[in-house]
């Protein structure tokens, strides 16, 4: 699908704009993000392209349109941001977003340019290479993520993935530091559960209007 504008490529040459590809490339960003909208990201950035408009300049836009989005109820647009920017990275490193070359063949490629030492390949065997490889792609599948940061009956509730134990040891203590740190003010509080339960200091909790504790003996 094209809507008529011709887009200049990082090459030079010329092509129509695929508002397809640009769609999918803007789908990808926003994938398993909660609170963000592909469609916001694009109207956001529509009006602004023009004929002979360069490919680096359309991803230049959608990065900048996905940050202008960014706000206190959508912080999630910041990694939409991040992710067109790596797109944008790895199309000017590789020459295409879904192209992810083997170590070695990128390594061999950095060489023949002069980028690299040649002598990489004198010590470093494609077997060396590819055990380093695996090892890269075990070690980045255990970089833990949150999922989900919310609150829930006036404390923290931190969910995430690939997390160790000691991840979990963190994550609970915070979690329980939450149940005695004032929501409006960081200072030390109590869990108040008349209405929608709150954490508040004394004075916020008076503030509130709020007189009931949490109190351990009914659960
Ligand atoms: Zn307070």
Aim: proline share 2%; net charge negative; with cysteine.
């Amino acid at each position: 699908m094209s809507n008529g504008l011709k887009v200049k490529k990082r090459n030079g040459s010329i092509e129509s704009l695929d508002l397809d590809k640009m769609h999918l490339m803007v789908e990808e960003s926003c994938r398993n993000l909660a609170g963000v909208s592909a469609s916001q990201v694009e109207m956001q950035s529509g009006i602004q392209f023009y004929d002979g408009i360069t490919t680096a300049e359309i991803q230049e836009i959608l990065i900048r349109s996905a940050s202008d989005l960014i706000d206190l109820d959508h912080p999630n647009y910041q990694f939409v941001a991040a992710r067109l920017l790596l797109f944008s990275l790895r199309k000017s490193l590789y020459g295409g977003i879904d192209y992810n070359p083997h170590l070695y063949e990128h390594i061999l490629t950095c060489v023949n340019k002069e980028i690299y030492d040649e002598q990489i390949l004198v010590k470093y065997s494609k077997e060396d290479i590819d055990k380093a490889k695996a090892k890269f792609e075990e070690e980045t599948a255990k970089v833990p993520f949150a999922v989900q940061v919310k609150e829930k009956f006036g404390g923290l509730r931190f969910y995430v993935h690939a997390a160790t134990d000691k991840h979990y040891n963190y994550i609970s203590f915070a979690e329980s530091m939450s149940y005695r740190t004032c929501e409006e003010c960081g200072a030390p509080g109590k869990t108040y559960t008349d209405g929608w339960h709150k954490t508040l200091c004394d004075i916020h909790a008076e503030m509130d209007g709020r007189e009931q504790e949490y109190d351990d003996e009914d659960e």
